[in-house]
């Protein structure tokens, strides 16, 4: 069973871009999302296209949680620990600039900013 999950887990993680746009991407469970984000050897174009991803994952586990303050309390806990999985630095200054068009940074902007600092910081050389 481990063999078959591992090989699953590969399959997502080599095409990626084919996944999401299928459309069970947003019932992937929040344990196999972070079990790929972990990983090094993703397929994608660069870091700010999975942000990208990542965002849509997360725009489809808000729709699946209740619209109570448990269910907001819930979806900060995941957006926290899904997006502190991101490699910021990896991100070039202007992807970094262009998040805070996206709405998820927007919303969650408090917690990203010290990352995104942190990565802008790593760019200038300091």
């Not at 699953?8 to 972070?34: G, H, S, T, Y």
């Not at 997006?83 to 998820?104: H, K």
């Not at 940074?105 to 910081?121: A, G, I, P, R």
Request: with cysteine; hydrophobic share 45%; proline share 4%.
């Amino acid at each position: 069973m481990l063999v078959l999950r591992q090989m699953c887990k590969d399959f997502i993680k080599w095409n990626l871009d084919m996944i999401v746009r299928a459309d069970d991407f947003p019932l992937l469970e929040a344990e196999q999302m972070c079990d790929i984000l972990i990983e090094d050897d993703v397929v994608v174009d660069d870091e700010y296209t999975l942000y990208c991803y990542l965002d849509f994952w997360i725009q489809g586990q808000k729709a699946r949680l209740p619209n109570t303050m448990e269910g907001e309390a819930s979806l900060l806990e995941l957006v926290e620990h899904t997006l502190s999985l991101i490699r910021f630095p990896m991100m070039t200054p202007r992807q970094l600039a262009d998040l805070l068009l996206i709405p998820l940074t927007q919303k969650y902007k408090e917690f990203l900013m010290d990352h995104m600092s942190m990565s802008m910081v790593f760019h200038s050389g300091r």
